[in-house]
Nanobody, 122 residues
Framework: VQLQASGGGLVQAGGSLRLSCAAS????????VAWFRQPPGKEREFVAA?????YYANSVKGRFAISRDNAKNTVYLQMNSLKPEDTAVYYC???????????????????WGQGTLVTVSS
């Protein structure tokens, strides 16, 4: 299984970006897909996940939206109203054996993409 993340870049505060994560090797259907991020000098943190419903970190709720296109075997992260504190390397992840209590736990995921850098300037 491979996850290929893309869509990062430099954007001004208040702008938008859409990240994509294309999966190959197995279908995303029936799995939990998520986005995590690692800000400069900080630990990796949960951003959003999609299982039968959507889960969001409080810091991005109302600004970010996760979605999945089963036909394209791709998961997206639409990021609006970006802030400088959203600057990070964003990673997509996939897991097939998660339970609700572990959705925000990065160690519960089986596969990871390579990361894409998002830089938000003030």
């Amino acid at each position: 299984v491979q996850l290929q993340a893309s869509g990062g870049g430099l954007v001004q505060a208040g702008g938008s970006l859409r990240l994509s994560c294309a999966a190959s090797g197995r279908t995303l259907q029936g799995t939990t897909v998520a986005w995590f991020r690692q800000p400069p000098g900080k630990e990796r943190e949960f951003v959003a996940a999609f299982r039968w419903t959507e889960y969001y970190a409080n810091s991005v709720k109302g600004r970010f939206a996760i979605s999945r296109d089963n036909a394209k075997n791709t998961v997206y992260l639409q990021m609006n109203s970006l802030k400088p504190e959203d600057t990070a390397v964003y990673y997509c992840a996939m897991g097939s054996r998660l339970i609700t209590s572990t959705i925000r736990d990065g160690t519960a995921y089986d596969y990871w993409g390579q990361g894409t850098l998002v830089t938000v300037s003030s």
